[in-house]
């Protein structure tokens, strides 16, 4: 009984202490600090800092150390780094606190540990620089390409997770029936993370590399991944999975990360914007290697961090490297990176070659999230053999071959050829998401999220949409309605239709679409290699100047046009084309197509006769053309029902060839049409890239000028890439013309060296736009009455639609990019062609543009 009145009376005051110490456990720890050399008092960095058993970091180039963690468990520090004593220092869980750390360096090596010497660091009398500009000079040798011939066998293993167990998610009644997919956990790869596996795809492959005639030829001897059938396209996941995870080469000058690119630590231009130290000298089967500390000069830059060994053996090769980079970069989405390699030596001439490469990187919306998409890529090789020939015919044919292996699909092949065995958890992927796919629930998921993204929602083998176009406006139909659709492969692997019908409450006159399509290879018509014919009616309205592309000027969002856009045509067209693609990229298009054309708003179509203005109703043209293009190493993010090209450092050359006739199908005029297009991404280093684009074309033969090159014009208040953002529709017309276009985009080089702007990762942008051109006599209504005269407007007949002089028409813009991780806003200036009527000399312009 008195233990019971003890208990009462004092039940309230231990209530009150379990709560405090409720709220103790569960809150955060935190220790910030610096790191220091004892006796020199030198920063260190790249000092490795951990709970003991739990997560950590690093320490950055000033010696600073944040590191947080909501587990009460952790009460201990530890303080790691070569050459120095291990320190362990204890904290208080739960608390915010202060650990400056002094290092005393340890006797244990049996070497000597060479020190950078105190003082403003510079090139100049330094070791490390001494010791890189070595490594820089031998790096030709150190590749692999200083081989004459290569051959080794390489297994890749690409996974997603997400990151951190969402317990939240598991408690929802929305996610109940998804349990089994969040509860394999993988709380082993990373400290303090756990992962949820989602996705997982593996590759073994036999390579052979020949240098003279160069020759890379890769045999895939087996291949498995998730898949999530038709609801989610596994080869669109794979390919741009691999442009974000590219193969990693640290003897070339810039190395390609989330497509975007970093200046290798051992570029030639490595000393001007790395630091370099060396901390350590160690042994390693008889060879001496030199560890050397390298960091960004500006951590914003796109650069890394982190710590190789190097060989002293004269080779002066790599022989481990981990990369990182700095939370201050400016990159996008990416809130951990990680690239580790490891080299093994040839034992036929004493160099390293890479054994195995591992890339770690996590995306998260928010820089402090607790939750995020963690990727990971691995590729490791075997049984290296250089200098030995293979036979003739490996090289021969193309650089990719899959071959046809009884059984290389099932688990015990996996077994016996994975160079390194899945995890438990891992392996579970696979059959999980088979089960996931299958249910009723997640289909519908993925049927909505398809509808945003996408705009397309899917019923069997039918998609309805494109939602962005169901409503728009403009001058000429005033309020504008659409519907349509397209079959999907699940219809039919052969026949495809796609259509579409449409309404304008002014111009009340109804718009549509019909196409159908053969696929000779049983592929989807938008998917590589395409093989199909394809027979098109449509009757719409277009802007002059404007392609006549499906879903295009009747988005939504490009209804709000600036200036006066009354000039335009109805389009009866039919067109009947066949395309191939085959080979190392190369397209073939051949065309026939029977367009007339209307003109309607402000637009007539008249010439003068003796003493009279002729109108003319419409221009019919009956037309055969063959369009060539030649696409080296494109990659495509490739989606069910549509694909889009990923620019790399490859140019593409696009030639179009048309013939018009006169007679044959109402065809009213005979000419002959040249157009040559290539375009250039050229990669700038620490400065970014430039997108470089030549045109030229001429056309032989008179024609009105609905039939001239009409220069591509952009009145919306978006910038357009392809377009002049300052020219008026059918401003200027040609018969032959040139141009060069140039965008750059310098990835925030500038402004990382802005200490308020740096903070923001804002990024530069500018162009310049220059168009030669002109139009020969026969061609130019001033000197010929036999064809049509330019549009004019007002009463006093002012022309609004020109030719080309000897001064090109020029505009260019600068800008910036990034604005909130989407935006990009340009100011573009108008420099030639000033005294025009009804332009804009100048304006602001706006795109969106996600990007790492």
């Given at each position: 009984?008195?233990?019971?009145?003890?208990?009462?009376?004092?039940?309230g005051l231990f209530l009150f202490i379990l709560l405090i110490y409720t709220i103790t456990i569960s809150a955060q720890t935190s220790v910030k600090g610096f790191v220091k050399d004892a006796v020199t008092q030198e920063p260190l960095a790249f000092v490795s800092i951990y709970f003991q058993g739990g997560n950590g970091v690093t320490s950055n180039d000033?010696?600073?150390y944040s590191i947080q963690s909501n587990n009460s468990k952790y009460t201990t520090l530890v303080f790691s780094y070569a050459g120095y004593k291990k320190i362990l220092k204890k904290i208080i869980s739960g608390k915010e606190q202060i650990a400056n750390i002094d290092f005393e360096t340890t006797n244990s090596l049996s070497t000597v540990v060479i020190k950078t010497k105190?003082?403003?660091?510079?090139?100049?009398?330094?070791?490390a620089v001494e010791l890189i500009d070595k490594v820089i000079a031998n790096k030709e040798k150190n590749k692999i390409t200083a081989y004459d011939f290569v051959q080794y066998q390489q297994y890749e293993k690409l996974e997603l997770s997400l990151t951190n167990k969402p317990e939240k998610i598991m408690s929802n009644r929305l996610f109940k029936n998804y349990k089994f997919i969040l509860e394999n956990v993988d709380t082993t790869t990373l400290e303090g993370k756990a992962l949820v596996p989602v996705y997982l795809e593996e590759k073994l492959s036999q390579n052979y590399y020949r240098k003279n005639p160069l020759k890379n030829k890769s045999f895939i001897q087996a291949e498995k991944k998730v898949n999530y059938g038709d609801l989610l396209d596994e080869n669109g996941i794979t390919s741009y999975l691999k442009r974000l995870y590219a193969d990693i080469n640290i003897y070339d000058n810039n190395i390609v990360v989330l497509t975007s690119q970093f200046l290798s630590p051992i570029a030639d231009m490595a000393p001007t914007f790395y630091r370099f130290y060396i901390t350590d000298t160690v042994e390693n089967e008889g060879i001496k290697l030199i560890r050397l500390n390298f960091m960004p000069r500006n951590t914003t830059d796109l650069l890394f961090k982190g710590v190789m060994y190097v060989t002293l053996d004269g080779n002066y090769g790599v022989q481990k490297i981990n990369l990182s980079i700095s939370k201050k970069a400016n990159l996008n989405w990416a809130r951990e990176l990680k690239i580790n390699q490891d080299f093994e030596k040839n034992p036929a001439d004493g160099r390293y070659h890479v054994i195995k490469s591992t890339m770690i990187a996590e995306f998260s919306l928010r820089q402090n999230s607790s939750s995020g998409i963690l990727g990971e890529r691995t590729v490791s090789f075997k049984n290296f053999t250089a200098n030995k020939p293979a036979a003739d015919s490996i090289y021969s044919g193309s650089d990719e071959v899959r071959l046809s292996m009884p059984g290389n699909n099932t688990d015990s092949f996996w077994i016996a050829n994975r160079h390194q065995q899945l995890s438990n958890v891992e392996a579970k992927v696979y059959a999980n998401i088979d089960s996931l796919k299958n249910m009723k629930s997640f289909k519908n998921t993925l049927k909505i999220a398809t509808l945003l993204f996408s705009g397309?929602?899917?019923?069997?083998g039918f998609q309805l949409g494109n939602t962005n176009t169901f409503y728009s406006f403009n001058s000429l139909e005033g309020f504008r309605v659409k519907i349509g659709g397209r079959t999907t492969p699940d219809f039919s692997k052969h026949i495809y239709f796609e259509?579409?019908?449409?309404y304008?409450?002014?111009d009340e006159k109804y718009k549509y679409l019909l196409a159908g399509a053969y696929s000779f290879n049983g592929k989807s018509i938008y998917t590589y290699p395409l093989n199909y014919i394809k027979f098109t009616r449509q009757y719409e309205t277009a802007l002059p100047g404007q392609e006549l592309v499906f879903a295009a000027e009747d988005n939504f969002l490009l209804s709000f046009k600036r200036g006066k856009t009354g000039k335009w045509f109805y389009q009866d067209s039919y067109k009947l084309e066949y395309v191939h693609e085959f080979g190392k990229n190369f397209t073939y298009k051949f065309r026939y197509s029977n367009l007339k054309q209307t003109p309607a708003g402000s637009l007539v179509f008249e010439k003068n006769l003796p003493g009279r203005l002729d109108t003319i109703p419409d221009i019919t043209t009956s037309?055969?053309?063959a369009e060539l293009r030649w696409a080296p190493h494109e990659q495509f993010y490739q989606g069910n029902n549509f694909r889009a090209p990923i620019r790399n450092k490859f140019p593409i050359f696009t030639l179009l060839i048309q013939n018009g006739f006169k007679g044959f199908l109402n065809g009213q005029y005979k000419y002959q049409q040249l157009t040559l297009a290539i375009a250039k991404r050229c990669y700038l280093s620490q400065l970014g890239y430039a997108d470089v684009t030549l045109e030229a074309g001429h056309i032989f033969g008179q024609v009105p000028f609905p039939l001239l090159d009409i220069h591509r014009a952009n009145q919306s208040y978006a910038y357009q890439v392809n377009a002049y953002n300052l020219m008026n529709f059918m401003e200027f017309v040609s018969d032959h013309y040139a141009a060069v276009n140039t965008d750059f985009y310098f990835?925030?080089?500038?402004?990382?060296?802005?200490?308020l702007l740096k903070k923001l990762k804002l990024r530069e942008v500018a162009s310049f736009k220059i168009l030669y051109g002109g139009i020969r006599d026969e061609n130019n209504p001033s000197k010929n009455t036999g064809v049509y005269n330019f549009p004019k407007a007002g009463l006093l007949g002012v022309p609004t639609t020109y030719s080309l002089s000897k001064i090109p028409y020029m505009e260019a813009s600068v800008g910036i990019a990034n604005i909130f991780k989407i935006l990009r806003v340009d100011v573009v200036k108008r420099l030639t062609y000033l005294d025009h009527p009804d332009i804009s000399t100048w304006g602001i312009r706006t795109r969106v543009r996600v990007d790492f």
């Open positions: 009984m008195k233990i019971e009145n003890w208990w009462i009376k004092r039940r000033d010696g600073s105190r003082g403003k660091y510079r090139n100049k009398d330094n070791p397309y929602i899917k019923f069997g259509g579409y019908g449409g304008g409450f002014k037309e055969i053309s990835n925030g080089f500038f402004f990382n060296k802005i200490p």
